[in-house]
């Protein structure tokens, strides 16, 4: 019976490698973990509900919600951007997934141990409410998820998909789409939106009973703080711009006003934003090559050190997150 190969090292030291088909194992281990990982990232696509007929899908959940659909051209610009600075930076730059928002989200929520953190595109958001009951809660839903948004892009325009997504998320108390959120929350049609209430509008989104400027004007106001941050740091508005908007009242529909804040705008510096995750990444391939010397010299310090370094890296891509 033919014995394992073992190699030597090169300066006559005889210490013992992995034997060849230890080796072999570990290589067909990765390989079958790639293989089943593909599988999975199919068998996603292939039993993702196909996105058919989206405009229709929107149409149908306003007439039942007893709302209409607003094109795009009767939107303010201005809520565009608030929505797409405070939701989706990166908006006009993907296909449906934010890759670098999914690593921002990832690093954060593990650095943090948390889950606030979803780093879900517009895209996703428009498939997951209209193809998946609006539950993307479980790993395999939120691949089921990613799929539809990719096909979603590949069928639409970025104009299309922003006109839809319009029309369907909720804005709280019982608002469905931008039609009924402007008449509810201010009395005026979407068109005539302007910096300052554009601004509360899209922070509604993310916590619709929360941010509910009728029943909390206190944290509706904080919250538009953090979009009129995000719009100053795209360009969609400047500083001065985003301080008047905070510092004059804002009529309600009620008949009721919001009172003015102060405070302060200061936009995150992106050039600085980057450091962060420019450093985090360079940390990984330094953990990389710690589980390398670790694997080679089995001491738990040198894995200790690993895990310490990977919880490093984490911390600072989470320091990359947007603000808002």
Same mark, same amino acid.
């Given at each position: 019976?033919?014995?394992?190969?073992?190699?030597?090292?090169?300066?006559?030291?005889?210490?013992?490698?992995?034997?060849?088909?230890?080796?072999?194992?570990?290589?067909?281990?990765?390989?079958?973990?790639?293989?089943?990982?593909?599988?999975?990232? #199919?068998?996603?696509?292939?039993?993702?509900?196909?996105?058919?007929?989206?405009?229709?899908?929107?149409?149908?959940?306003?007439?039942?919600?007893?709302?209409?659909?607003?094109?795009?051209?009767?939107?303010?610009?201005?809520?565009?951007?608030?929505?797409?600075?405070?939701?989706?930076?990166?908006?006009?730059?993907?296909?449906?997934?934010?890759?670098?928002?999914?690593?921002?989200?990832?690093?954060?929520?593990?650095?943090?141990?948390?889950?606030?953190?979803?780093?879900?595109?517009?895209?996703?958001?428009?498939?997951? #409410?209209?193809? *998946?009951?609006?539950?993307?809660?479980?790993?395999?839903?939120?691949?089921?998820?990613?799929?539809?948004?990719?096909?979603?892009?590949?069928?639409?325009?970025?104009?299309?998909?922003?006109?839809?997504?319009?029309?369907?998320?909720?804005?709280?108390?019982?608002?469905?789409?931008?039609?009924?959120?402007?008449?509810?929350?201010?009395?005026?049609?979407?068109?005539?939106?302007? *910096?300052?209430?554009?601004?509360?509008?899209?922070?509604?989104?993310?916590?619709?009973?929360?941010?509910?400027? !009728?029943?909390?004007?206190?944290?509706?106001?904080?919250?538009?703080?953090?979009?009129?941050?995000?719009?100053?740091?795209?360009?969609?508005?400047?500083?001065?711009?985003?301080?008047?908007?905070?510092?004059?009242?804002?009529?309600?529909?009620?008949?009721?006003? *919001?009172?003015?804040?102060?405070?302060?705008?200061?936009?995150?510096?992106?050039?600085?934003?980057?450091?962060? !995750?420019?450093?985090?990444?360079?940390?990984?391939?330094? #953990?990389?090559?710690?589980?390398?010397?670790?694997?080679?010299?089995?001491?738990?310090?040198?894995?200790?050190?690993?895990?310490?370094?990977? #919880?490093?890296?984490?911390?600072?891509?989470?320091?990359?997150?947007?603000?808002?």
């Amino acid at each position: 019976m033919a014995r394992p190969t073992y190699r030597f090292a090169v300066d006559g030291d005889e210490t013992e490698r992995r034997p060849l088909w230890r080796r072999r194992s570990v290589l067909a281990g990765v390989v079958g973990i790639v293989a089943l990982l593909t599988g999975v990232l #199919v068998a996603a696509w292939l039993t993702a509900p196909a996105p058919v007929r989206p405009k229709e899908v929107v149409l149908g959940r306003l007439r039942a919600d007893g709302s209409r659909f607003v094109p795009l051209r009767a939107i303010s610009p201005v809520l565009r951007w608030a929505i797409v600075a405070t939701e989706d930076e990166r908006f006009y730059r993907h296909h449906g997934i934010d890759l670098i928002g999914l690593t921002r989200a990832v690093a954060y929520d593990a650095s943090h141990i948390t889950l606030s953190q979803g780093g879900s595109t517009l895209t996703e958001q428009l498939a997951k #409410v209209l193809y *998946l009951g609006g539950n993307d809660g479980s790993p395999w839903r939120k691949l089921q998820d990613a799929a539809i948004a990719m096909r979603l892009e590949s069928k639409l325009s970025k104009p299309q998909i922003l006109e839809l997504y319009l029309n369907t998320v909720y804005f709280g108390d019982g608002a469905y789409g931008v039609g009924a959120a402007s008449e509810r929350y201010f009395g005026i049609t979407p068109a005539h939106l302007d *910096l300052a209430t554009a601004s509360l509008l899209a922070g509604v989104i993310q916590d619709p009973s929360g941010y509910d400027p !009728l029943l909390d004007p206190s944290l509706a106001r904080q919250r538009q703080v953090q979009v009129l941050t995000s719009m100053v740091r795209d360009g969609y508005a400047t500083e001065d711009q985003g301080l008047a908007a905070l510092h004059d009242p804002i009529p309600l529909g009620d008949g009721s006003s *919001l009172a003015p804040i102060e405070a302060g705008i200061v936009a995150p510096d992106t050039s600085f934003a980057k450091l962060p !995750l420019l450093a985090g990444f360079t940390l990984l391939v330094a #953990v990389l090559a710690s589980l390398h010397v670790a694997r080679h010299s089995r001491r738990t310090v040198a894995f200790g050190l690993a895990a310490v370094v990977g #919880v490093a890296a984490m911390s600072l891509i989470a320091r990359s997150v947007k603000v808002a």
